[in-house]
């Protein structure tokens, strides 16, 4: 008892500890990876606010540009030779741009123009000299408003640029397209303003998933965006306006490293209130307890007073000396039942030895049955000859050696035997018709479970009748049960009768074996699901139902190995 007390005060005050560790630690985790991802969240938010602007500038310089009528009129002029036309228009068409040219940076915006008569400038390329990919000809067919980006960078003269295009139209018929190149060394710096986190990185990647920018700290290679997984990492994104996204990834241990010094100061503080409680906890175990372990151990050392509970000296009114108080009530309850029990052990083992000096010798009946039979044969009585024969077969399958199991057919024939004996007793022709399946005859079961049955019949159901008294059985198979129906057609009886029977309430008993009998055993060897069933009906007769499991000599011993009954 001590140990036991020890062990749940040390559960119940360690559950609501542990319960709070672990809501400290989700709760620490939870912050940590917040803050993180807040602070990530805005300065990406920043930097892709400052590349939209970026990215806005070129559009709406774009939008200018196919827009202008004078530009577009200027594209479809048939200018031959007329090189001072076209002086003019490449003048035009710088000033409108108003970009800085250098040979080694291509200019940002290009007019691929859909006229043999132009010749190449700065800002100015046949339509037939680019090289011809899926974004042109899908620009080719768009209308003005639509942007038409390039999944991926485009390389010139050894550097990047976002490119996106835009088709130039006169009334609905293209002209031209405007290639739009935005260096992206411009937009990776923007990105990278965001500042990468401890083991992390930052990338932009398109549409199709291919990476177009990394800055990486992880010290890992990242050949793809499926190797960056959220198993591993926490993944912060946003869409710029071309369609690419810039994404930040922070490594997950960087968050666990600061969470995992809040879990170890809470283990030393658990670790602590453990130690507490173990040293508060003995003590108190050893408080409650200590009182009834030294009257327990007083006992184990004097075994007289457990069977002298008068030397048991009990003082106090604390708790413990209640419970020392009802374990001597116990002891002085159990000294009565075991004197109880002495008494009756003797009284049995007297009853026992009455009951052997009184019980029946079967070998003496049957000598004294033959030596009756043969005074009755010299008398010629041939009466007394023949309930002889009948008394002889009867006991003979009724006492069967002392086995409380028969075979159906032994059974009918003791059945056949007990009928001949009334007949010749009440001078009453009792007729006993059989309707029996030869197959149920192998089949066993408990001695006297018809008999009883129609002892009640013959003796109840038909007794003061005369002549035509008879009495039927039916015996057939319904897998895995076997049904006898025994009915006679005698006075009957009503049906509070058939309720006092079933209800066990009837008292009758013929021979010893009575209907309360019969259904008590076979609830004993087959169970609640299994007995009989009893239809009446007042100066019609009765007939009842019997119904048990088929089973052989050796299955019916195995059952009653399980449920014990007392058929004597």
Same mark, same amino acid.
């Given at each position: 008892?001590?140990?036991?007390?020890?062990?749940?005060? #040390?559960?119940?005050?360690?559950?609501?500890?542990?319960?709070?560790?672990?809501?400290?630690?989700?709760?620490?985790?939870?912050?940590?990876?917040?803050?993180?991802?807040?602070?990530?969240?805005?300065?990406?938010?920043?930097?892709?606010?400052?590349?939209?602007?970026?990215?806005?500038?070129?559009?709406?310089?774009?939008?200018?540009?196919?827009?202008?009528?004078?530009?577009?009129?200027?594209?479809?002029?048939?200018?031959?030779?007329? +090189?001072?036309?076209?002086?003019?228009?490449?003048?035009?068409? /710088?000033?409108? #741009?108003?970009?800085?040219?250098?040979? /080694?940076?291509?200019?940002?915006?290009?007019?691929?123009?859909?006229?043999?008569?132009?010749?190449?400038?700065?800002?100015?390329?046949?339509?037939?000299? #680019?090289?011809?990919?899926?974004?042109?000809?899908?620009?080719?067919?768009?209308?003005?408003? &639509?942007?038409?980006?390039?999944?991926?960078?485009?390389?010139?003269? /050894?550097?990047?640029?976002?490119?996106?295009?835009?088709?130039?139209?006169?009334?609905?018929?293209?002209?031209?397209? +405007?290639?739009?190149?935005?260096?992206?060394?411009?937009?990776?710096?923007?990105?990278?303003?965001?500042?990468?986190?401890?083991?992390?990185?930052?990338?932009?990647?398109?549409?199709?998933?291919?990476?177009?920018?990394?800055?990486?700290?992880?010290?890992?290679?990242?050949?793809?965006?499926?190797?960056?997984?959220?198993?591993?990492?926490?993944?912060?994104?946003?869409?710029?306006?071309?369609?690419?996204?810039?994404?930040?990834?922070?490594?997950?241990? &960087?968050?666990?490293?600061?969470?995992?010094?809040?879990?170890?100061?809470?283990?030393?503080?658990?670790?602590?209130?453990?130690?507490?409680?173990?040293?508060?906890?003995?003590?108190?175990?050893?408080?409650?307890?200590?009182?009834?372990?030294?009257?327990?151990?007083?006992?184990?050392?004097?075994?007289?007073?457990?069977?002298?509970?008068?030397?048991?000296?009990?003082?106090?009114?604390?708790?413990?000396?209640?419970?020392?108080?009802?374990?001597?009530?116990?002891?002085?309850?159990?000294?009565?039942?075991?004197? &109880?029990?002495?008494?009756?052990?003797?009284?049995?083992?007297?009853?026992?030895?009455?009951?052997?000096?009184?019980? @029946?010798?079967?070998?003496?009946?049957?000598?004294?049955?033959?030596?009756?039979?043969?005074?009755?044969?010299?008398?010629?009585?041939?009466?007394?000859?023949?309930?002889?024969?009948?008394?002889?077969?009867?006991?003979?399958?009724? +006492?069967?050696?002392?086995?409380?199991?028969?075979?159906?057919?032994?059974?009918?024939?003791?059945?056949?035997?007990?009928?001949?004996?009334?007949?010749?007793?009440?001078?009453?022709?009792?007729?006993?018709?059989?309707?029996?399946? &030869?197959?149920?005859?192998?089949?066993?079961?408990?001695?006297?479970?018809?008999?009883?049955?129609?002892?009640?019949?013959?003796?109840?159901?038909?007794?003061?009748?005369?002549?035509?008294?008879?009495?039927?059985?039916?015996?057939?198979?319904?897998?895995?049960?076997?049904?006898?129906? @025994?009915?006679?057609?005698?006075?009957?009886?009503?049906?509070?009768?058939?309720?006092?029977?079933?209800?066990?309430?009837?008292?009758?008993?013929?021979?010893?074996?009575?209907?309360?009998?019969?259904?008590?055993?076979?609830?004993?060897?087959?169970?609640?699901?299994?007995?009989?069933?009893?239809?009446?009906?007042?100066?019609?007769?009765?007939?009842?139902?019997?119904?048990?499991?088929?089973?052989?000599?050796?299955?019916?011993?195995?059952?009653?190995?399980?449920?014990?009954?007392?058929?004597?």
């Amino acid at each position: 008892m001590n140990n036991q007390i020890f062990k749940n005060l #040390i559960i119940f005050t360690s559950i609501p500890i542990i319960l709070i560790s672990i809501y400290v630690c989700f709760y620490t985790y939870q912050k940590n990876k917040g803050e993180y991802l807040d602070a990530i969240g805005i300065r990406l938010n920043e930097s892709k606010n400052l590349i939209d602007e970026l990215l806005v500038k070129y559009i709406d310089k774009s939008s200018y540009m196919i827009t202008n009528q004078k530009l577009i009129k200027n594209l479809q002029k048939n200018y031959g030779n007329d +090189l001072e036309q076209m002086i003019y228009f490449f003048e035009d068409t /710088d000033a409108m #741009i108003g970009e800085p040219y250098y040979e /080694d940076i291509r200019s940002p915006f290009i007019i691929h123009a859909d006229n043999e008569t132009l010749f190449d400038g700065k800002f100015i390329d046949k339509l037939t000299n #680019i090289e011809s990919n899926d974004f042109i000809e899908e620009a080719k067919k768009s209308p003005t408003t &639509e942007i038409i980006w390039k999944s991926d960078l485009t390389v010139k003269d /050894d550097q990047r640029y976002l490119t996106f295009y835009r088709n130039i139209v006169d009334f609905k018929t293209s002209i031209g397209i +405007l290639e739009v190149n935005i260096p992206y060394n411009i937009v990776a710096l923007k990105m990278d303003m965001i500042g990468v986190p401890d083991r992390g990185l930052i990338l932009s990647v398109n549409k199709d998933g291919d990476i177009l920018h990394l800055n990486n700290q992880t010290q890992l290679e990242i050949p793809n965006l499926q190797s960056i997984s959220q198993k591993d990492y926490f993944i912060v994104s946003s869409s710029l306006k071309d369609g690419n996204q810039i994404i930040v990834a922070i490594p997950k241990m &960087e968050v666990n490293k600061k969470t995992f010094r809040t879990i170890m100061l809470v283990v030393g503080f658990f670790m602590i209130y453990i130690f507490v409680m173990l040293l508060a906890s003995k003590t108190t175990a050893h408080r409650i307890t200590g009182n009834l372990e030294n009257f327990i151990n007083k006992i184990k050392r004097n075994d007289q007073l457990l069977l002298n509970e008068e030397l048991i000296q009990i003082t106090g009114t604390d708790d413990v000396s209640i419970i020392k108080l009802k374990l001597k009530e116990l002891v002085s309850r159990l000294n009565e039942i075991h004197k &109880e029990m002495v008494t009756v052990k003797l009284e049995k083992s007297s009853l026992e030895i009455e009951l052997l000096q009184s019980r @029946i010798n079967p070998h003496l009946l049957y000598n004294s049955l033959s030596v009756i039979n043969w005074t009755a044969l010299w008398n010629k009585d041939h009466k007394t000859v023949e309930i002889i024969d009948a008394m002889t077969k009867y006991y003979r399958i009724a +006492l069967s050696k002392g086995n409380s199991l028969i075979s159906v057919a032994s059974e009918l024939e003791m059945i056949k035997e007990y009928v001949k004996i009334n007949v010749i007793a009440h001078s009453v022709d009792y007729q006993l018709v059989l309707d029996i399946e &030869e197959e149920i005859l192998g089949f066993y079961t408990s001695k006297h479970l018809i008999q009883p049955v129609v002892e009640n019949a013959i003796l109840h159901g038909l007794n003061g009748k005369s002549e035509n008294a008879i009495v039927t059985i039916k015996g057939y198979l319904a897998l895995p049960d076997i049904v006898f129906e @025994i009915s006679d057609n005698g006075r009957g009886m009503g049906p509070e009768s058939i309720n006092d029977i079933m209800n066990l309430n009837f008292t009758a008993s013929f021979g010893g074996y009575g209907i309360k009998n019969v259904i008590k055993r076979i609830q004993a060897y087959y169970g609640n699901n299994h007995g009989i069933a009893i239809e009446s009906e007042v100066g019609k007769g009765t007939k009842v139902t019997i119904r048990i499991e088929a089973l052989n000599e050796a299955e019916l011993n195995e059952r009653r190995e399980f449920r014990t009954f007392d058929a004597s």
